[in-house]
């Protein structure tokens, strides 16, 4: 029961995009947009930390690629 779980943040447009799932399957996409200002940024930056330190918490190995 193996699964995957990416993410990534896009400066452009300002958004997440978590992609999860199992392994060998294409999974989900959930993209997260956020305004293209000063603090949409900044809550851009919040949620993306908050998601990889919930994931963290559940023990799961992480990998930069």
Known sequence: ???????????DDNS???RYGKIGND????E???PKNSKGIENRQK???????????????IQKL
């Open 1 to 11: 029961n193996y699964k995957f779980w990416q993410i990534q943040q896009y400066n």
């Open 16 to 18: 997440i995009i978590v």
């Open 27 to 30: 999974g989900v996409t959930k």
């Open 32 to 34: 997260f947009k956020f």
């Open 47 to 61: 949620e993306y930390r908050k998601l990889i330190d919930s994931k963290i918490k559940k023990e799961w190995q």
